[in-house]
């Protein structure tokens, strides 16, 4: 952990192959990421497996967890230390049939109180909202607002996710809104405004930093 208000949790790009590895280790290497997903579609659980263990190798060496996108079976095979569940992809019960008490278990919620409810009794160790911004990386199919960060973290303790079109440049109201964790992709990884994927890391770090504080007044 580190003291931004707001931890970093980096998404693979859907290609992961070539160079990908080095381009990992160069981020990782270049300011505080609390986890990593893998987040790869349409290949085989094989293929999938041979391209996530160079890169949950260098999450270890960096104490960075690592985080498998939708499958169970996967998340088991690699012993992955946690694994991130859309709402159609197995129950938290499952995950923890499966992967056991000590593997992290998150959820997307979209914009749905009633579903990070759900996910909470369920015994998730986090839940996700989103989409707060347009994204290049996903279809856009809910638009979540950061009262929605608010309401939550006044209430419950679990951690919350910010995800969706998350920059540097439009972070600040969702660290004030008090998301636990940004998860960020396209930003790091698309090379926008020429920035590689060290720099653009870097960059987000210090946004997180100057973003206001959460006010608390009023809010019990």
């Known amino acids: 952990m580190t003291d931004l208000a707001s931890q970093l949790y980096l998404i693979s790009p859907l290609d992961v192959s070539g160079t990908f590895a080095d381009r990992l280790a160069r981020a990782l290497d270049a300011g ?16 999938a497996a041979r391209l996530a263990e160079p890169l949950q190798r260098i999450c270890a060496d960096r104490e960075v967890a690592f985080i498998v996108n939708d499958s169970i079976s996967l998340a088991k095979r690699l012993g992955a230390d946690g694994v991130h569940l859309g709402q159609d992809d197995g129950t938290v019960e499952e995950a923890r049939q499966r992967l056991g008490r000590d593997t992290q278990v998150g959820v997307t919620c979209h914009d749905s109180r009633h579903l990070g409810m759900e996910a909470g ?34 209430l419950f303790e679990l ?7 998350i920059t540097a440049a ?19 990884w ?4 020429g920035l590689d994927e060290a720099a653009a890391l870097a960059a987000l770090v210090e946004a997180v930093r100057r973003a206001p504080p959460r006010a608390t007044e009023g809010l019990a």
Do not use: M
Not at 159 to 165: K, N
Not at 173 to 188: H, K, N, T, W, Y
């Open 121 to 154: 009794e369920a015994g998730a160790d986090y839940v996700a909202f989103g989409a707060f911004f347009p994204s290049g990386t996903k279809v856009t199919k809910h638009h979540a607002e950061p009262d929605l960060l608010t309401w939550w973290s006044t």
């Open 170 to 188: 439009n972070c600040a109201p969702l660290v004030s809104a008090g998301a636990d964790f940004l998860a960020v992709s396209g930003d790091v």
């Open 159 to 165: 951690p919350c996710v910010a995800i969706g079109g």
């Open 32 to 47: 505080p990421v609390a986890a990593f997903q893998f987040r790869v579609k349409d290949l085989d659980e094989h293929a």
């Open 190 to 193: 698309a090379n926008a405004g």
